[in-house]
Each structure stands twice: as structure tokens, then as C-alpha cells.
């Protein structure tokens, strides 16, 4: 950078209202030093005077000191209002910095859900399968048999969890008495039905947690599991619904 440009760029970001006071001020200086040489011409006696002298100090300095303190306050307003603005922006990328903080967290959340509800939903699944067993297989009404509950337990093993829960959703249960007898007519019914609602009722809990447009829950009680966690609130005692 030459000296030209540097000179340039120093004196580039005063303020123009600077410039004004100090031409105003050299004009007035001068004017002054003129002033003072055409009476000292007129009459050398005056100049000599402390009163006089003191005198015209004070008218000439007056002005400045007013017209400096106008431009002060010119200045200072303009600082101001960078100062807001610089603050504004500052806020700006606060909020910006929370968001992605809040949307990151957010991403977060949900994947440890879907990581747990994986494991969960193995869980609801062997419930349901013990429950399905108890109503209808062969320690129950004996309509499946052991064969078929072998065959549902290979299915679920290679990670299909929603089986047992679709045969309760596409069986009729008339012969078992409906589906209160179906989820509530034993004593270990109940315990498995009960068993099945409180884990279900905590992974639910975990989806609402970590989406704030219900999207993620809304699913999860539209699949196999969430369907037949509703239809045990349905059928259940009073204390349950």
C-alpha cells in the first residue's frame, strides 16, 4: 500500500462533519489573527490590554466551543447507532448459533430414538407373542398350533416384531370370548396386556420428546404395535383409557 492510499484510507473514514469544524475552525482562527493584525495597525495600545486580550479570546473561542459541541453530539449519535446496529447483528447470530444448536440437538434426539426403539419394538413384539400364545395357542383356546407358533417366533427372530401384533389385528376372537377376554381375561393376560401398554406408553413418550410436529408419533401408533396398543386401551378397564 502506497503513502497516497494510506493517507487515503486513515483519513477516508472520518467523519465529514470533522472536516467541516476544522475548516471552520482554521477559517475562523485566521479570521481571528486577521482581525487581531488590523487593530494592532489601528492602534497598538489595545492589544497590549490583558482585558482586551481576554476579552477577545473569549468571543472567538465561544463559537468554536459551541460548534464542537454540536458536532460531538452529531458524532456520538452516529457511533450510536453503529453501536445498534453492530448489537442487532449480534443478536441476529445468536439466534442463528441457537437454532442450529436447537436443530442439532433435535437430530440427535432422534436418532437415539430410533436406536432404542428398535430394541423396544423386539421387546413388544416377545410380549405380544407370549399374549397371542396365552389366548390362542395351544396353552390357550388352542386355534394356532404349536407348529404355527413356531413358525410366527421364526418370522419375528428375523425381525419382523409387528407379527404377533397383526394377528391379533386380523383375527376375530369370538370363540375367545372378544377381545377383552383376548387381552384381559386371565390373570397372565392381564400381566402381558399391562406389560405390553407400559413399554409401548414409553416409547412414546421418547417420540414426542424428540419431534416437535408429532410426525414421528403419529406413525409409530399407525404401525402394528401402535394399533393394538390402542385397541388394549379400547377394551381395557376404565383405569386404563
Request: net charge negative; aromatic share 10%; proline share 2%.
Given at each position: 500500500m502506497t503513502a497516497r492510499h494510506s493517507i487515503r484510507h486513515y483519513f477516508?473514514?472520518?467523519?465529514?462533519?470533522?472536516?467541516?469544524?476544522?475548516?471552520?475552525s482554521i477559517?475562523?482562527?485566521?479570521?481571528?489573527?486577521?482581525?487581531?493584525?488590523?487593530?494592532?495597525?489601528?492602534?497598538?495600545?489595545?492589544t497590549r490590554s490583558i482585558d482586551a486580550v481576554g476579552?477577545?479570546?473569549e468571543g472567538v473561542f465561544a463559537p468554536l466551543a459551541f460548534l464542537w459541541l454540536i458536532l460531538g453530539l452529531f458524532i456520538q449519535q452516529r457511533?450510536?447507532?453503529?453501536?445498534?446496529?453492530?448489537?442487532?447483528?449480534?443478536?441476529?447470530?445468536?439466534?442463528?448459533?441457537?437454532?442450529?444448536?436447537?436443530?442439532?440437538?433435535?437430530?440427535?434426539?432422534?436418532e437415539t430414538f430410533f436406536k432404542i426403539a428398535e430394541s423396544v419394538k423386539q421387546q413388544l413384539g416377545g410380549i405380544s407373542g407370549m399374549l397371542l400364545v396365552s389366548a390362542i395357542g395351544p396353552v390357550?383356546?388352542?386355534?394356532?398350533?404349536?407348529?404355527?407358533?413356531d413358525e410366527l417366533f421364526t418370522r419375528a427372530a428375523q425381525g419382523d416384531w409387528s407379527v404377533?401384533?397383526?394377528?391379533?389385528?386380523?383375527?376375530?376372537?369370538?370363540?375367545?370370548?372378544?377381545?377383552?377376554?383376548?387381552?384381559?381375561?386371565?390373570?397372565?393376560?392381564?400381566?402381558?396386556?399391562?406389560?405390553?401398554m407400559r413399554t409401548f406408553e414409553r416409547l412414546r413418550?421418547?417420540?414426542?420428546?424428540c419431534d416437535?410436529?408429532?410426525?414421528?408419533?403419529?406413525?409409530?401408533l399407525q404401525t402394528a404395535l401402535g394399533l393394538l396398543y390402542q385397541r388394549m386401551l379400547e377394551h381395557g378397564p376404565e383405569e386404563n383409557k
Open positions: 477516508g473514514d472520518r467523519d465529514w462533519r470533522i472536516w467541516v469544524g476544522v475548516v471552520i477559517v475562523w482562527m485566521v479570521t481571528g489573527v486577521w482581525y487581531i493584525h488590523g487593530i494592532y495597525e489601528l492602534d497598538p495600545a489595545q476579552s477577545f479570546l457511533e450510536l447507532a453503529h453501536n445498534t446496529e453492530a448489537i442487532r447483528h449480534s443478536v441476529l447470530q445468536s439466534e442463528k448459533q441457537t437454532l442450529a444448536i436447537a436443530a442439532t440437538e433435535m437430530n440427535a434426539r432422534q390357550g383356546s388352542g386355534r394356532i398350533s404349536s407348529e404355527q407358533v404377533f401384533a397383526r394377528q391379533f389385528l386380523s383375527v376375530e376372537f369370538e370363540e375367545e370370548g372378544g377381545v377383552p377376554g383376548i387381552l384381559y381375561g386371565t390373570e397372565i393376560r392381564q400381566r402381558h396386556t399391562k406389560n405390553f413418550r421418547l417420540a414426542s420428546n416437535v410436529d408429532g410426525i414421528i408419533e403419529d406413525t409409530l
